[in-house]
């Protein structure tokens, strides 16, 4: 794993597309690595998901979600980010999505999914004045995968302020996250990548344990971590894509796959795995061949 570092290194790219009813787009890019791409997201939907919006723009649709509250799961599952709300979710591929612990993604099919371009944005009418800021990303393929808004000087709520009375002290995420992101004059807040903290996994999902007998595994893992002393958080999860072997257990930090993962091989895996740093053979997942 390459060290963190909370410099981002500045593109010097800026390209300017016209829009066909007048004005342009100014794209500001900036580097596409997981911790950059981690560190951004995080701290736009789990710090300032008052602020943020989401959504994906087309000629004739415009989808647009608002967060209500802060997100219930930010996380990093096989190079997707996850964010869950409680009315909805997204997926967003920032780091190669490898297919699961066979590794079934082909490399083409890893490099489409990936964002490969990202850049800040400034929307200009046709007399050349900024009206709209926010944040698009591309996979390796070129399609635009989401367009994340920023606040907006010249909308409160949903009304548009007078003209020439803008709020621009709405701009201050903007430009914050511009000097860190962009133009490389701040670091990066903070001193490892956010959605990197190890964390343990029990799957949830019918499919994989149709009697939903979860629970006990789940209370045990959580047991045995506190009792160990271990910074690493305990969850659930939806499908580990390890189907009709449950208890499915996954760890983080070295993308380790238990099955059969009752209470009593789960206080084996952390005191083996987790403290010991050796995984438990009998238990893993694929097998490890003989």
């Known amino acids: 794993m390459s060290e963190f570092n909370p410099w981002v290194t500045p593109l010097n790219r800026t390209v300017t597309e016209p829009l066909s009813t007048g004005g342009y787009i100014e794209y500001e890019e900036f580097d ?22 989401v959504g994906h723009i087309v000629q004739g649709g415009v989808l647009e979600l608002e967060f209500n509250a802060a997100p219930k799961i930010c996380i990093l599952y096989d190079g997707y980010l996850t964010v869950v709300t409680e009315g909805w979710h997204l997926h967003l591929c920032i780091e190669a999505n490898l297919g699961g612990p066979h590794c079934r993604t082909p490399l083409e099919l890893r490099q489409q999914r990936q964002v490969s371009r990202a850049a800040f944005y400034r929307r200009f009418n046709a007399e050349g004045k900024p009206r709209s800021w926010g944040i698009d990303l591309w996979n390796g393929a070129g399609e635009n995968l989401m367009t994340i808004f920023l606040p907006n000087p010249y909308v409160e709520e949903e009304n548009l302020l007078p003209e020439g009375k803008p709020n621009l002290s709405k701009l201050a995420l903007y430009q914050e996250l511009r000097e860190i992101y962009v133009l490389g ?3 990066i807040p903070f ?43 305990v969850r659930t999860s939806g499908c580990l894509e390890v189907c009709k072997l449950g208890p499915v257990v996954f760890y983080s930090e070295d993308r380790t796959w238990y099955t059969r993962a009752n209470p009593k091989v789960t206080e084996n895996i952390v005191n083996q795995h987790l403290v010991k740093g050796e995984k438990l053979a009998t238990h893993l997942y694929p097998p490890e061949p003989k």
């Not at 690595?33 to 943020?52: G, I």
């Not at 029990?202 to 910074?231: H, I, M, Y």
Request: net charge neutral; charged share 20%.
């Open 32 to 53: 596409t690595n997981c911790d950059v791409l981690s560190s951004l997201t995080y701290t736009l939907f789990q710090q300032n998901w008052q602020q943020v919006g």
């Open 185 to 187: 004059e701040k670091p």
């Open 191 to 233: 001193e490892k990548n956010p959605l990197k903290h190890p964390y343990i996994s029990v799957c949830t999902s019918t499919r994989c344990l149709p009697s939903q007998n979860w629970k006990p595994t789940f209370e045990a893992l959580k047991a045995a971590v506190d009792k160990a002393g271990l910074d690493i958080e």
